[in-house]
């Protein structure tokens, strides 16, 4: 077999690894504990890596100067030499990590949309996407509300509160949909997804809007849907992004808080009115704990991941390797895409109402220092390699636990291993009887290419 291994560590990153290091050998014992093996099996189709397109990101990258601007943007986008990100999203309106609260229409009562208006965004979204397609033409989007319109909610602030669910404001949110899609279309920015709703467990002090498994189903079936099938648009509906449910939980005053899956996943999907528009289901955060009850019970729909879990703004290696597990734990549970948080962001990360989150790439204002953190070798050592239309592969053995497997359309095999432990252990490889013995390093993100 022709092996070629990229090494990540503490210490060393994105490391080209001898492959003499690399042993064929021949084993009797088909027990080996230490293996991993690529079955026949194939699953999944993979669509892509990304993050997201967020305005503080822009910012940062404006206080460096243009040539270290345009290398940072190639390091995420470029297929050959940077991470090869193709699927990202984008906010409709503020998201958390904004500049200042907004959303596309603030004329109160104007159900027509005629104010709509994507102006605030030819500031930052639309030249921080516009570079990115620079070097991903094919570049595909997926946007999602973080709050509709303050006049739409109740009560009517950007944080905290729920749609209003009268006829006139649900076809008037419809069309603020509508009108987003058509205004970035013609920036030349085709829009593939949208979901409905930024995490809609989550009632924040940051824009945010509480949803009911019976509002996403009365909004798609009746409202939505159909208005994307009478426009014949070429953009798919997903119930997203959930952060949730969590089945269960305990609130502060003691009583027991059930968020069941049957009344939001299920209460949706029984309903074919509904259904019948809804290409997918995107899960972040708690949603972790509902993926795989999802795959279960609809093996058919397409999955994803919508946003990694943020961090506290200090891009450890410890929190690099948690990163690793939940990309694991995705992927070997049938999502066709992973999404980055932020991509970029200044020292300690702070969004404007104060958390300090990760970031893939730290620019520091101050020093003009462009620093790759732990996060971003992660997700290359994923998305630099598995490319569009890779199937993902089932794998057996003690090694199972930490690793994922893929199969590109040429042909070539990949296999994510994380070593999660402080010393080095072997890895046995075994693809179509064929064994290799590979030492690891303690604590370590390796990807394999395995040539035909």
Not at 99 to 119: C, G, L, P, R, V
Not at 179 to 191: S, T, V
Not at 290 to 315: F, H, V, W
Not at 367 to 390: C, D, Q, R, W
């Amino acid at each position: 077999m022709n092996i070629k291994w990229k090494e990540t560590t503490s210490s060393g990153k994105w490391i080209d690894k001898d492959t003499v290091e690399i042993k064929n050998i021949k084993i009797d014992n088909t027990d080996y504990y230490y293996k991993l093996v690529l079955t026949e099996k194939r699953d999944q189709t993979i669509e892509g890596f990304g993050g997201c397109f967020n305005e503080l990101g822009w910012i940062a990258l404006n206080k460096i100067d243009e040539n270290q601007r345009e290398a940072v943007i190639k390091s995420l986008f470029d297929a050959e030499e940077g991470a090869n990100f193709n699927f990202c999203r984008v906010p409709i309106g503020a998201s958390d990590y904004a500049a200042k609260w907004y959303s596309h229409n603030e004329y109160s009562n104007d159900f027509e949309m005629q104010h709509f208006s994507i102006e605030r965004d030819y500031d930052h979204l639309l030249p921080y996407i516009k570079s990115a397609l620079k070097y991903k033409h094919d570049l595909k989007l997926f946007a999602s509300p973080w709050s509709p319109p303050t006049w739409m909610k109740t009560p009517e602030a950007y944080n905290h509160g729920r749609l209003i669910m009268e006829d006139e404001y649900l076809k008037a949110y419809a069309l603020y949909f509508l009108k987003f899609i058509q205004a970035y279309k013609g920036e030349g920015i085709p829009i593939h997804q949208v979901h409905i709703q930024n995490e809609p467990f989550a009632d924040q002090k940051f824009p945010s809007c509480l949803w009911s498994g019976e509002q996403f189903r009365v909004f798609i079936s009746k409202y939505l849907g159909p208005l994307f099938e009478q426009e014949d648009l070429d953009v798919e509906i997903w119930l997203g992004t959930l952060n949730g449910p969590e089945q269960m939980k305990f609130l502060p005053t003691g009583k027991i808080l059930i968020d069941l899956f049957d009344e939001y996943v299920d209460h949706v999907m029984f309903d074919t009115k509904a259904e019948k528009y809804i290409s997918g289901i995107g899960y972040q955060w708690a949603g972790r704990e509902a993926i795989q009850r999802t795959r279960e019970s609809y093996p058919n729909i397409k999955l994803m991941q919508t946003e990694n879990e943020c961090g506290d703004g200090k891009n450890t290696w410890e929190y690099a390797r948690y990163v690793f597990n939940l990309m694991r734990h995705y992927l070997r549970n049938g999502v066709c895409s992973y999404t980055y948080w932020n991509m970029v962001l200044e020292p300690g990360g702070a969004s404007t109402w104060g958390w300090h989150q990760n970031a893939l790439i730290t620019i520091d204002p101050i020093t003009n220092e462009v620093i790759y953190n732990p996060e971003f070798y992660v997700m290359k050592h994923f998305s630099s390699f598995v490319k569009l239309g890779a199937q993902r592969i089932e794998v057996e053995g003690a090694w199972s636990g930490s690793s994922v497997a893929f199969e590109n359309p040429n042909g070539d095999i990949i296999v994510v291993v994380a070593n999660n432990v402080d010393y080095t252990r072997e890895l046995l490889l075994n693809i179509n009887n064929e064994n290799c013995l590979i030492e690891l390093s303690g604590y370590s993100f390796n990807t394999f290419i395995i040539s035909k």
